[in-house]
């Protein structure tokens, strides 16, 4: 473009330093915002807000709040993406103190956080087990007429059972059913965990159960995660139950749990059982020789 006399303008520049940044290429981003600022160009809010991602996706937190600072310093007003992206930094760095007064700030902005806001400020919340902050930001959040969504849901059940509260969490995913929020692979991971916790592994299949009649799928990844729990603590009936259940609603097992359940078959002598699974897997054609 420059050998032939075309300047490139604020967009092209914008493109090339977000293409930089996804690539993790801070130091050769940086240097194109040089050369536009030499080609007297000058950075937006999208071109900055550009860089301070590219920080976060190299867990620079401390450079992406500097560029936040000289956002403000440039008279550039911050929109909702850009404290966005510095807010979910300082939330995964646990900098909880420094996300809420941003948050605060917003707010003296009369700017209104979004769900994505919210979600990033809850989870590290929850992570740093600072529950009683989250719940007046769930509060906030109704006030704002903004509803939980599946991810905010989820970090709410990691902290209830990370926080020894598994109880709770288990009442929260019934709500967060009947509210017809759909749960995820995480979510069931995640309360799965909960389940455990409070030595409820035989209502697993039963759990299921009752989730796959309202119409609940679950991937073959997540049935593994769950019936390789339940062996590894001597529950195989239960993981039995449930792969019948699995393949019963559709959902195949894969070659993962053939080799869980086979090899849990053999650590109870079930040795004719075990070579049952191993012939079906044959026929499947699963199994690699």
Known sequence: MLSNNIMPDVYTYNILIDALCKEGKIKQAKNVLAMMVRACVKPDIVTLSTLMDGYNLVNEVKNAKYVFNVMIQMGLTPDIYSYNIIINELCKSKRMDEAMILLQEMQRSNMVPNIVTYNSLIDGLCKSGRTSDVWALIEEMHGRNQQPN???????????CKNHYPEKAIELFRKMIEKGIRPNKYTSTVIIDGICKIGRLKNVPEFFQDLLIQGYCFDVETYNVVISGLCKRGLLDEALTLWSMMEDYGCMSDAITFQVVICALFE????NKAEKFVREMITRDLLKR
Do not use: H, M, R
């Open 150 to 160: 599946v991810i905010t849901n989820n970090s709410l059940l990691d902290g209830l």
């Open 268 to 271: 109870k002598d079930e040795t």
